[in-house]
């Protein structure tokens, strides 16, 4: 480990006295290769092992693109509902002391810690046609199950959260002066949010939006029992994977997950560039 | 410590904001818990414990533990090992192991099992390496495991990660000065110290392991009363049109994912209710 050695003093210091650098750093490094980058190393090598011609011709394929562009679309559209939901959950959260606060926050986490496929489930069965909520808004001539709103709404459930999650402790961070001057300045409630408090979570909401947006191009459990599933208008990537490889046609199911494989790391680690780039910024 | 506003009194907008929110969240996230629970008991309670008795039912549930007891211990000890070594140290590559970590986050699961299948499946890159050692990853249970851990990988990590950061380790350091052993200081003061954290970070592996769908419906190859897991259980008792079993054993396991959540409730009220004594210590001893 070269790189170890060429830590800064104060880090080679801390080293010596402080225990488990190594034995941490070992046990780390060793499950990631095994279970994460062998992995993904190793299918990259199959990918590209084949011509790369090859890869490119399986992506030339409507039911294909389609599935990709239904999976981005959603992502795109319920991340942004969820992350507009997520901002006053998590101002309320965050700023106002209320009986029953506890349990709105515990809600808040159900998505995460219920199975996705009990989620599926669940939602196809209240918002069917003949489930409870399904029915009322058929009654208003609105469908949602089966249909691409099903999909929004699934990916809503799932991802709203984790927005939820980024932007709750930004909030509960705030200092109240910036908006005590604001308002002794003579400024709205409303022109006090956009132009002083809205700038400060801007960074958080981008990153909320960004993992919500990324979960919710992967999300499978949830998607599939709500979606409908029809090629071309409410087939999603990761199923189109799934009925590839039922078909053994692996080089289908691999140029798609290549795809999604290449769209989470760059999610990530532009994610991680915007990070370290805020705050060297000093925030 | 600079206190940041966490408790503002609320004007007439603020209840009007909290109301909506609070409708919302019923609505949302919490009809969809409540239907759960009707549909399990819409055939009385003897239908609910009759759907348990099913062999299938059973068998999903026994592999379901088995699958969690191989991971848990796992997950913890990656989750420790990470959480001390980003919160304790600035190394180059630092960075790097951040974004790994939270690579499972990010990448679908249905991808990842993908992965596993061209590795392990017939043909694939390893399956000749594990074939020599005569055990079989693919479609069993070692292939169920290796997809449950790699998808609960990142949640102990990032749940130990600022409790560590803002304990610090002077306990560690006055442990070493007095002669302590590395094992001993973990042992005797790190781990003592995290029982809480450490408690919820495992409750919510559990549930995320117990939960995992995506990556185990590709490499268990659903056979069942054999590579069944209860998740994968409840969509093919769902797909037989059998609601009231599925959602009976759905009902199980929203049990087990509320675990971790109520652990968290009974933290907060109880660290509130220590919020409120320790004025009044404090001015005690002054």
């Known amino acids: 480990m070269s790189s170890v050695l060429r830590m800064t003093r104060v880090g080679v210091e801390r080293l010596r006295v402080l225990p488990g650098f190594f034995g941490s750093l070992g046990v780390v490094l060793l499950l990631l290769a095994v279970i994460v980058v062998a ?90 046609p003949s489930g409870a909520i399904g029915r009322s808004l058929e009654s208003w001539g609105i469908q949602v199950a089966y249909q691409p709103a099903g999909i929004v709404l699934a990916l809503v459930f799932v991802t709203f959260p984790l927005a939820v999650r980024v932007i709750e402790p ?77 078909q053994f046609d692996y080089g289908g199911a691999l140029a798609i997950a290549m795809i999604m494989l290449i769209f989470s790391v760059c999610v990530l680690f532009g994610l991680s560039m915007f990070e370290q780039r805020a705050s060297r910024g000093g925030a | 410590m600079t206190r940041a506003s966490s408790t503002v009194t609320m004007g007439s907008s603020a209840w009007i904001v909290t109301s909506i929110v609070g409708v919302f969240l019923t609505v949302l996230l919490g009809l969809p818990l409540i239907a759960i629970f009707m549909e399990a008991f819409s055939e009385g309670w003897g239908a609910f414990f009759a759907a348990f008795a099913d062999d299938h039912t059973i068998a999903a549930m026994k592999l379901t533990i088995e699958v969690v007891l191989w991971t848990l211990p796992i997950v913890t000890i990656f989750g420790l090992a990470a959480a001390w070594l980003l919160s304790q140290f600035r190394f180059p590559g630092r960075a790097l192991i951040v974004a790994l970590i939270d690579l499972p986050l990010t990448v679908s699961t249905v991808v990842y099992g993908l992965m596993l299948v061209l590795l392990f499946g017939r043909n694939g890159t390893l399956s000749g390496v594990v074939a020599f050692f005569g055990f079989e990853v693919m479609y069993a249970t070692p292939a169920i495991v290796l997809a449950t851990v790699f998808v609960t990988l990142p949640i102990v990590a990032r749940e130990m990660m600022p409790t560590m950061q803002e304990r610090g380790s002077s306990e560690e350091l006055a442990a070493m000065t007095l002669g302590a052993s590395p094992v001993r200081t973990l042992v005797f003061v790190t781990l003592p110290a995290l029982k809480r954290a450490l408690t919820t970070a495992t409750l919510l592996a559990l549930c995320r392991a117990v939960g995992e769908y995506g990556a185990v419906s590709v490499v268990s190859g659903k056979v069942r009363g054999r590579t069944n897991t209860a998740s994968l259980q409840v969509d093919a008792l769902y797909n037989d049109y059998d609601l009231q079993a599925a959602f009976a054993l759905s009902a199980l396991l929203v049990c087990v994912a509320l675990i971790p959540l109520v652990f968290k409730v009974v933290q907060a009220g109880r660290r509130r209710a220590q919020g409120r004594l320790a004025p009044l210590s404090q001015g005690e001893s002054q």
Do not use: C
């Open chain 1, 170 to 246: 930004v909030i509960a961070q705030l200092e109240e002066a910036p908006r005590e001057a604001a308002a002794t300045l003579g400024a709205s409630d409303i022109r006090t949010f956009l132009e002083v408090t809205f700038p400060e979570l801007r960074r958080s909401i981008v990153v909320g939006y960004a993992l919500a947006f990324a979960r919710g191009v992967g999300e499978y459990g949830s998607v599939i029992f709500i979606a409908g599933n029809m090629p071309m208008q409410t087939e999603i990537a990761p199923l189109l994977i799934v009925t590839r490889l039922e």
């Open chain 1, 39 to 128: 992995p993904i190393v190793l299918t990259t090598r199959i990918a590209l092992a084949g011509s790369l011609t090859a890869l490119v011709q399986e992506l030339n394929d409507e039911r294909l693109l389609h599935a990709l562009l239904v999976s981005f679309r959603s992502a795109a559209f319920g991340a942004l509902l969820g992350t507009s939901f997520a901002l006053p959950t998590a101002w309320v959260l965050a700023r106002y002391q209320f009986p029953g606060k506890d349990i709105l926050s515990a809600l808040v986490d159900i998505p995460l810690a219920l199975p996705t496929a009990v989620s599926g489930i669940t939602l196809a069965y209240l918002y069917s």
